[in-house]
């Protein structure tokens, strides 16, 4: 919701509220903001608040719009406080929250300490400057903020006047006005002071006047891009995504470990100028679309069929072309890719369709219509396309869930759908969020091994070949960690150490474990906890050599204790939890809860003799993960189960030490013919 201050000249100032993304000012009825003057086109301009962020655009008006004394030719970012002429009335925005780029209360000064503060027609101007002090202004810097940029200041130049006092013709399409009558004796808009006036009917060209424009972004703006510069006012940048708490950056495989570690501090992503210009233009065609094309088969049916395809088609290039003639289209706008974003939107999957087919793209996030994130190489950015309307979104959603062969069914407000490839969506529609929302996480290979994480500080060489005899002596570790991805992604390394010829059952929601030299079965996890410890009982009966079971949800977890138990061997698990004891106490909740009757200590005894050992796995400040703890489980006693700490890793990014502790599992593992070296726990510090 947002508010416009109106000022009419030789009028009181009033204040309209309105509870819409788009508005459109004119003189006639029908627009929301209506403004009856003769110098007032009918349809004279629109207004968008996107992302926090208002954008207009004069519709072709007799009289022009102006932005701050600046005739404005295409869509242009204007931020609180500034000013939008429209004949005789002066517009100025407020989103409802306190800018912090407004200046203090004070008027600002120059440095010879006059006022630099000028009002609009609802309050007195300041009369122009003396000569004297009439050379390069200065951006003000506030106390208690950042100061501007050097470069951040206009260069010498007249004042410019008050678009308020220009010369506005009458519309021509207004009935009751003289198309030729003018308000005379008026200054015109690009009229210098002092100059002569220029005769009735001629316009005079505007004197050149390039101040240093700040983009969105923080850089100068380009020539032509639709800017607005204010000397006493800092940039504000556009709103930010923030990235999902615990985004794994060395969770991912290959590659997007060794970028992630680069990154010594996570940035929150970013929509660039270019990215809002290809926005507007969208939302611009697709309105247009809309106007001139009959949409409602796009509500009845979530199939388009080819009659329908070919009629959106031929409207999307009349209009896309319409626009072009119009003025309608930004600077720049690459217009064959703009009728495709369109075309896609109204009979395809929008910019999903694409990002699905990516193979680098590992997430997609939508949690409004207008902001879609993109996740590669564990970095999330803005998509370069996003949707044009809320009916839009909704729309692609129905047609993701039928593509995964449910659609979405009467009175259903959170969607859980496997997509094909092996993806997973999850979505929300209102009323059980405010508006819709949309996250797909793709299945990716995760393929890295124990020595990629030792190279990448992960964990330390002794305590990845203790994991190695670990492996070849077939022990059973659980894993815990916070983020699912990251333990997945240590799980996937341990289990490509399985040998090769191995018989390998893994249970996960996604297929994304491989193990390319071993006979591997991948058995899903169901949604429900019935399904899931079906599921588990299933690949028992496989008599697989190794069992890896990706999370140890509900009464999964139950039924893998139970499998251990029953002499299943080579188990590796993986819970969900912020710390290893964390983890503990929810597996031992869990257990209890699956198997009634049970008691607390029954269940710690079952959890704490059925794992050898056991990882936890936390952040960094860098975004990376790293086993921070590597212990052993021996059995219980009354205040839990026993961990013994054989490895832990020190401060920060530190190195790893070892306690100095011989597990008692070196004894069982040589009866198994693996040897450990015993060197391996002497009290040091190694990496």
């Known amino acids: 919701m947002f508010a416009i201050i109106i000022s009419e000249k030789g009028g009181a100032e009033r204040r309209e509220s309105f509870d819409k993304n788009e508005i459109?000012?004119?003189?006639?009825?029908?627009?929301?903001?209506?403004?009856?003057?003769?110098?007032?086109?009918?349809?004279?301009?629109?207004?968008?608040?996107?992302?926090?962020?208002?954008?207009?655009?004069?519709?072709?008006?007799?009289?022009?719009?102006?932005?701050?004394?600046?005739?404005?030719?295409?869509?242009?970012?204007?931020?609180?406080?500034?000013?939008?002429?429209?004949?005789?009335?002066?517009?100025?925005?407020?989103?409802?929250?306190?800018?912090?780029?407004?200046?203090?209360?004070?008027?600002?000064?120059?440095?010879?300490?006059?006022?630099?503060?000028?009002?609009?027609?609802?309050?007195?101007?300041?009369p122009p400057l003396p000569e004297a002090t009439q050379g390069p202004m200065r951006a003000i810097n506030v106390p208690g903020m950042p100061p501007l940029p050097p470069d951040a200041a206009f260069p010498a130049g007249p004042p410019q006047p008050?678009?308020?006092?220009?010369?506005?013709?009458?519309?021509?399409?207004?009935?009751?006005?003289?198309?030729?009558?003018?308000?005379?004796?008026?200054?015109?808009?690009?009229?210098?002071?002092?100059?002569?006036?220029?005769?009735?009917?001629?316009?005079?060209?505007?004197?050149?006047?390039?101040?240093?424009?700040?983009?969105?972004?923080?850089?100068?703006?380009?020539?032509?891009?639709?800017?607005?510069?204010?000397?006493?006012?800092?940039?504000?940048?556009?709103?930010?995504?923030?990235?999902?708490?615990g985004a794994p950056a060395?969770?991912?495989?290959?590659?997007?470990?060794?970028?992630?570690?680069?990154?010594?501090?996570?940035?929150?992503?970013?929509?660039?100028?270019?990215?809002?210009?290809?926005?507007?233009?969208?939302?611009?065609?697709?309105?247009?679309?809309?106007?001139?094309?009959?949409?409602?088969?796009?509500?009845?049916?979530?199939?388009?069929?080819?009659?329908?395809?070919?009629?959106?088609?031929?409207?999307?290039?009349?209009?896309?072309?319409?626009?072009?003639?119009?003025?309608?289209?930004?600077?720049?706008?690459?217009?064959?890719?703009?009728?495709?974003?369109?075309?896609?939107?109204?009979?395809?999957?929008?910019?999903?369709?694409?990002?699905?087919?990516?193979?680098?793209?590992?997430?997609?996030?939508?949690?409004?219509?207008?902001?879609?994130?993109?996740?590669?190489?564990?970095?999330?950015?803005?998509?370069?396309?996003?949707?044009?309307?809320?009916?839009?979104?909704?729309?692609?959603?129905?047609?993701?869930?039928?593509?995964?062969?449910?659609?979405?069914?009467?009175?259903?407000?959170?969607?859980?759908?496997?997509?094909?490839?092996?993806?997973?969506?999850?979505?929300?529609?209102?009323?059980?969020?405010a508006a819709h929302a949309l996250l797909i996480r793709k299945r990716r290979r995760l393929n890295m091994s124990l020595e990629d994480f030792v190279r990448l500080g992960g964990l330390s060489r002794a305590m990845a070949t203790f994991l190695e005899n670990c492996m070849a002596a077939r022990a059973n570790i659980l894993m815990c960690g916070a983020n699912e991805q990251a333990v997945g992604a240590y799980l996937a390394a341990l289990a490509s150490a399985c040998g090769p010829g191995d018989r390998v059952a893994i249970l996960q929601e996604i297929d994304e474990i491989a193990v390319p030299h071993a006979h591997v079965v991948s058995i899903a996890l169901a949604d429900t906890?019935?399904?899931?410890?079906?599921?588990?009982?299933?690949?028992?009966?496989?008599?697989?050599?190794?069992?890896?079971?990706?999370?140890?949800s509900g009464k999964v977890g139950a039924a893998t204790l139970e499998a251990v138990a029953d002499g299943a061997e080579g188990v590796l698990a993986a819970s969900t939890a912020p710390s290893l004891r964390q983890g503990l106490s929810r597996l031992v909740a869990q257990t209890l809860l699956a198997r009634p009757g049970m008691s607390v200590e029954a269940a710690r005894e079952c959890v704490g003799e059925s794992f050898d050992i056991a990882m936890e796995v936390a952040p960094l400040s860098d975004g990376r993960h790293r086993v921070i703890r590597l212990a052993e489980l021996g059995g219980a006693d009354a205040k839990g189960v026993v961990v013994r700490d054989l490895f832990t890793a020190g401060e920060g990014d530190g190195a790893f030490v070892a306690s100095g502790v011989v597990p008692r599992v070196v004894g069982e593992f040589a009866q198994r013919g693996v040897k450990v070296d015993p060197n391996l726990f002497k009290r040091s510090v190694g990496r």
């Not at 007032?40 to 022009?64: C, E, P, Q």
């Not at 308000?183 to 006047?209: E, F, H, I, L, M």
């Not at 906890?529 to 140890?552: C, H, I, P, T």
């Open 24 to 126: 459109n000012v004119g003189r006639v009825q029908g627009n929301d903001l209506m403004l009856p003057k003769g110098n007032v086109s009918k349809h004279h301009a629109r207004l968008l608040y996107r992302d926090g962020r208002f954008i207009v655009t004069d519709l072709k008006s007799t009289n022009g719009t102006y932005v701050n004394g600046r005739k404005i030719a295409q869509a242009t970012i204007v931020r609180e406080g500034d000013k939008i002429y429209i004949g005789d009335f002066v517009l100025r925005l407020d989103s409802g929250a306190q800018s912090i780029d407004e200046p203090s209360n004070s008027p600002p000064t120059g440095d010879d300490g006059r006022s630099l503060q000028r009002t609009g027609p609802s309050g007195p101007t300041n």
């Open 162 to 245: 008050e678009p308020s006092h220009y010369p506005l013709e009458r519309d021509p399409d207004d009935s009751g006005a003289d198309t030729g009558e003018k308000n005379a004796g008026s200054q015109s808009p690009a009229q210098a002071p002092g100059s002569p006036p220029a005769p009735r009917g001629v316009q005079v060209p505007a004197p050149p006047r390039i101040p240093t424009a700040i983009s969105p972004g923080g850089a100068p703006a380009a020539a032509g891009r639709a800017s607005v510069p204010t000397p006493a006012r800092r940039p504000s940048a556009p709103p930010q995504a923030v990235q999902a708490r």
């Open 250 to 433: 060395a969770a991912s495989s290959g590659g997007d470990v060794a970028s992630a570690r680069q990154s010594s501090s996570r940035q929150p992503p970013r929509e660039t100028a270019a990215m809002a210009a290809r926005r507007l233009a969208l939302v611009t065609l697709v309105d247009r679309i809309a106007e001139a094309t009959d949409l409602s088969p796009l509500r009845a049916s979530l199939v388009v069929d080819e009659q329908t395809a070919a009629r959106l088609d031929r409207a999307v290039r009349e209009q896309a072309s319409a626009m072009v003639n119009e003025g309608e289209a930004p600077e720049g706008t690459d217009v064959e890719q703009l009728m495709r974003d369109a075309i896609r939107e109204l009979v395809g999957l929008g910019p999903i369709g694409m990002l699905l087919e990516e193979e680098d793209v590992t997430e997609i996030q939508c949690l409004r219509h207008d902001n879609l994130l993109v996740t590669r190489a564990g970095q999330a950015s803005p998509g370069d396309a996003s949707f044009t309307s809320e009916e839009a979104f909704s729309r692609i959603i129905g047609r993701l869930a039928l593509q995964a062969g449910e659609p979405v069914r009467q009175g259903e407000f959170v969607i859980e759908r496997r997509l094909p490839r092996g993806a997973h969506m999850i979505a929300f529609l209102p009323p059980a969020s």
């Open 529 to 552: 906890d019935r399904q899931g410890e079906e599921a588990v009982r299933a690949a028992v009966k496989v008599r697989a050599d190794r069992l890896v079971v990706a999370s140890l």
